[in-house]
T-cell receptor, first 113, second 115 residues
């Protein structure tokens, strides 16, 4: 019940296309859903995050869509660029705190020029 | 402003050896964390600390120990290295755990191989 299931494991998208990564969870106590981006040889860095009181959050080309009833959330990258090529992790935590994040297994995104 | 600094970046250990992974942050963050990252498994929380002198177990604490004597430093100790501890280890810190300011800042990782 503490798991966050992420798919796909890898994704290839053409430059200018839309990248979509999905995550699902079971624990209804989760109340914070961030996405982290990791470039090769670097640590993850916060990309965007959402709380369950909103259904969508957009920051530039990156959008989180959240479906509370389905217990799913997804990351959409519009106009994908080669510089977006990285590993993306969804995560979740509960109790209004970020100190015990449960991470998904990651999605390796490759944007082809 | 270096952020979160981890040393060493790479290390090879023999089974049964001990070592300490060092982590230091210069952002005056109260909260610090150790994660391990394995292929296809995401990141798993090993230990975390809410301040100097206070530590707690995460998801996968077995085989590891931590201490937090200062706000800046949070070393991770492996006492008897096993092949299952081959992984990339990430240290992270955050100013708080509140949703607004609870962003985790990660170091660049320490790749450990146990043979």
């Amino acid at each position: 019940q503490q798991q966050v299931k992420q798919s796909p494991q890898s994704l290839i998208v053409q430059k200018g296309g839309i990248s979509i990564i999905n995550c699902a969870y079971e624990n209804t106590a989760f109340d914070y859903f961030p996405w982290y981006q990791q470039f090769p040889g670097k640590g993850p860095a916060l990309l965007i995050a959402i709380r369950p009181d909103v259904s969508e959050k957009k920051e530039g080309r990156f959008t989180i869509s959240f479906n509370k009833s389905a217990k799913q959330f997804s990351l959409h990258i519009m106009d994908s660029q080669p510089g977006d090529s990285a590993t993306y992790f969804c995560a979740a935590s509960s109790n209004g705190a970020t100190n015990k994040l449960i991470f998904g297994t990651g999605t390796l995104l490759a944007v082809q020029p | 402003n270096a952020g979160v600094t981890q040393t060493p970046k790479f290390r090879i250990l023999k089974i049964g050896q001990s070592m300490t992974l060092q982590c230091a942050q210069d952002m005056n963050h109260n909260y610090m964390y150790w994660y391990r990252q394995d292929p296809g498994m995401g990141l798993k929380l090993i230990y975390y600390s809410v301040g100097a002198g206070i530590t707690d177990k995460g998801e996968v604490p077995n085989g590891y120990n931590v201490s937090r004597s200062t706000t800046e430093d949070f070393p991770l100790r492996l006492e008897l290295a096993a092949p299952s501890q081959t992984s990339v280890y990430f240290c992270a810190s955050s100013y708080s755990v509140a949703l607004v300011s609870g962003e985790l800042f990660f170091g660049e990782g320490s790749r450990l191989t146990v043979l």
